[in-house]
């Protein structure tokens, strides 16, 4: 393969791996949201406005919104109804349609900032409200793109009512597509449902989700450590605590959690206790929980 195409090949990987790690991390920065939400009872207007912003940047991570700003594009060189019979648009006919296809893109994102805290806020149906969006974003480019094209061109400017029934057409196909990728990730009702009694498992990733072995404060983060690995989670100590099954651990410490079967035994230096832990690891007990500690290894 020539030495040009590899590299293209490389960037192309290089450039997916990156989209997907950063669509990983919006969903689950989305999720702790949700679970915030759910523990407060009701999204406050920080929770629904960190929420709608992770929504909308979800979708910029996913392939299928680069094709909706391209199918835009190539929508307009083929169809008639953004074209007048017969015009010579010259030149900047390419970086008009550029130009269009961008604002295609990111109609709907914005529109989305005004449309989602309506499924967040008073539980409306997340599919009439993508409804909503696209009759709106179809709306708003047949409005603008005259506009836009006035920019470039003196001649075979269509009009709103020419470009109108297309774009409610393709916006709706490509919306609703999007929706249905998206929806299990998304919806914060279906969210709700999944999570009635909300679990500090619910926050770490499947890739590293096994039999929970400890969880320590770490500034604003909490490390949860499993079998299997570790993971870093932007919560506090007292909501992880919360989080954790009451039978499978306690927190021997106010910084540090640990699981019932992963001790091995209880240490003391210097007149420090610590619990020691099948993974080699050594976690402080706090004086006020040495007896609960005892009481454990002894009824084994």
Avoid at 43 to 58: E, R
Avoid at 73 to 87: A, D, N, Q, Y
């Amino acid at each position: 393969m020539p030495l040009f195409f590899s590299n293209i090949l490389i960037r192309f990987k290089s450039f997916e791996q990156t989209r997907a790690a950063r669509y990983d991390d919006t969903i689950h920065a989305l999720e702790l949201i949700y679970l915030r939400a759910m523990n407060r009872q009701k999204p406050t207007l920080s929770d629904t406005f960190a929420a709608t912003t992770k929504i909308t940047f979800s979708f910029v991570f996913l392939p299928e919104f680069y094709l909706l700003i391209a199918g835009i594009v190539i929508l307009i060189f083929t169809g008639g109804s953004f074209s007048e019979p017969g015009v010579d648009y010259g030149p900047l006919r390419p970086v008009l349609f550029a130009v269009v296809g961008l604002v295609a893109g990111l109609i709907p994102l914005a529109l989305a900032f005004v449309i989602i805290p309506f499924h967040l806020l008073a539980g409306a149906n997340i599919w009439l409200l993508t409804g909503v969006n696209s009759v709106a974003s179809a709306l708003v480019f047949s409005a603008i793109e005259p506009l836009i094209a006035k920019l470039f061109l003196d001649s075979g400017i269509v009009g709103f009512s020419t470009l109108a029934p297309p774009m409610l057409i393709f916006y709706g196909m490509v919306e609703f597509y999007l929706l249905s990728r998206m929806n299990n990730h998304i919806n914060y009702q279906r969210y709700k449902a999944r999570h009635r009694q909300p679990s500090i498992e619910g926050l770490i990733p499947a890739k590293k989700l096994g039999a929970l072995i400890s969880m320590s404060s770490q500034d604003h983060y909490v490390e949860i450590v499993t079998d299997i690995g570790r993971h870093l989670e932007r919560l506090t100590m007292k909501m992880a605590v919360e989080l954790a099954p009451k039978a499978v651990g306690l927190q021997v410490h106010r910084s540090h959690w640990v699981a019932y079967n992963a001790i091995l035994d209880l240490e003391k230096t210097g007149g420090r206790y610590a619990v020691l832990l099948q993974n080699g690891t050594k976690i402080p007990v706090g004086k006020s929980r040495v007896a609960e500690v005892r009481a454990y290894l002894d009824s084994r």
